[in-house]
């Protein structure tokens, strides 16, 4: 692709981690980049070896130690991937990126959300590091330039 091939298709690429989505939506001919930092907390790091008394009894009920702040960061993650969700019109053809689980949450609750609209957008779902704005920008040019996927019949 050079730098003077232009498209006419419009569409939305969204990079997303559990500390910020970049929304990067194409329209006549131009990028619009957009930031959202999320409240998601992050996850709680090993301590390493922690001693315990002997004499304690282990396996005891309830939430383990290292669990009990997960029930909130699961709540503020679904909460943050439902906003990025709701970020995306109908009409938009999609480019999710980024890293890990929260790509995937993104990915599910789109598709949840077509399935009950009865709506067929293209949404593409890729791994991704980090990126910068022009390779942001760059990576939705070259998805909304390549070709269509064919589906054979028959």
Do not use: C, K, Y
């Amino acid at each position: 692709m050079t730098s003077n091939e232009t498209t006419d298709r419009e569409g939305v690429l969204v990079w997303v981690d559990a500390r910020e989505s970049v929304i990067v939506r194409w329209a006549g001919g131009e990028a619009a980049i957009e930031r959202r930092l999320s409240d998601v907390p992050p996850r709680r790091r090993s301590t390493g070896h922690v001693r315990h008394d002997p004499r304690t009894r282990h396996g005891g009920g309830g939430a383990a130690p290292h669990d009990a702040g997960e029930g909130r960061r699961i709540e503020h993650l679904n909460r943050f991937v439902d906003r990025i969700a709701a970020e995306v019109t109908e009409d938009d053809d999609i480019l999710l990126i980024g890293s890990g689980q929260v790509r995937e949450l993104v990915a599910s609750r789109l598709r949840e959300a077509d399935l009950q609209a009865h709506r067929n957008r293209q949404l593409t779902v890729d791994p991704a590091g980090r990126l910068t704005d022009p390779q942001l920008v760059a990576r939705l040019r070259a998805h909304l330039l390549a070709s269509p996927e064919r589906i054979a019949v028959g």
